[in-house]
Antibody, heavy 119, light 106 residues
Framework: QVQLQESGPGLVKPSQTLSLTCTVS??????????WSWIRQPAGGGLEWLGR???????DNNPSLKSRVTLSIDTSKNQFSLKLISVTAADTAVYYC???????????WGQGTLVTVSS | DIQMTQSPSTLSASIGDRVTITCRAS??????LAWYQQKPGKAPKLLIY???ILESGVPSRFSGSGSGTDFTLTISSLQPDDFATYYC????????FGPGTKVDIK
């Protein structure tokens, strides 16, 4: 059974960097069949894809976030990570990690973690 | 960027109703479309991918159709567990979600 679990601070100050890690169990993050994505959802709002990382370490980022997002992968720990710089209150959201099937959508998701940006 | 729209934004229906949700892409995405169901406080759940392929374990009352720019999700007979918000998502070019359709009780 594939499981994903987000971890990281629940509170980040404005202008600082949001850092989250997703730990994957039940599958190898090196599996070439999958990408690994981050998605966020503000309270009462819709879903926004932030980006994805490939097992090779290559990444695709949502152009709307420009260069604020950095994604990385650690195959030795079966984890992948998100860094979002210069956060504002608009970045307050539930952040999800998910397994991204190349031709089949996002089939496994973490439970989500709420990150609040506030001083 | 590919933009996704959904209609309606809210749909009120009764148990046993046939429900149809529409999703439109701003440019052709072939069949690279997925549908998700989300309940409050939970992560989205994949229902359908490649426009019409039912994810394993998803009840057969769910079906998807369409290609190019226009797609539909149909629930043939609405069940109590189906009251939720539904999102479409394209994966032709990066990933973009639609704004969602909330299905509530009439």
């Amino acid at each position: 059974q594939v499981q994903l679990q987000e971890s990281g601070p629940g509170l980040v100050k404005p202008s600082q960097t949001l850092s989250l890690t997703c730990t994957v169990s039940g599958d190898s993050i090196s599996n070439a069949a999958y990408y690994w994505s981050w998605i966020r959802q503000p309270a009462g709002g819709g879903l926004e894809w932030l980006g994805r990382v490939y097992p090779s370490g290559s990444t695709d980022n949502n152009p709307s976030l420009k260069s604020r997002v950095t994604l990385s992968i650690d195959t030795s720990k079966n984890q992948f990570s998100l860094k979002l710089i210069s956060v504002t209150a608009a970045d307050t959201a539930v952040y999800y990690c998910a397994r991204d099937v190349r031709v089949g959508g996002l089939d496994y998701w973490g439970q989500g973690t709420l990150v609040t940006v506030s001083s | 960027d590919i933009q996704m729209t959904q209609s309606p934004s809210t749909l009120s229906a009764s148990i046993g109703d046939r429900v149809t949700i529409t999703c439109r892409a701003s440019q052709t995405i072939n069949s690279w479309l997925a549908w998700y169901q989300q309940k409050p406080g939970k992560a989205p759940k994949l229902l359908i991918y490649k426009a019409s392929i039912l994810e394993s374990g998803v009840p057969s009352r769910f079906s998807g159709s369409g290609s190019g720019t226009d797609f539909t999700l149909t629930i043939s007979s609405l069940q109590p567990d189906d009251f939720a918000t539904y999102y479409c998502q394209q994966y032709h070019s990066y990933l973009t979600f639609g704004p969602g359709t909330k299905v509530d009780i009439k």
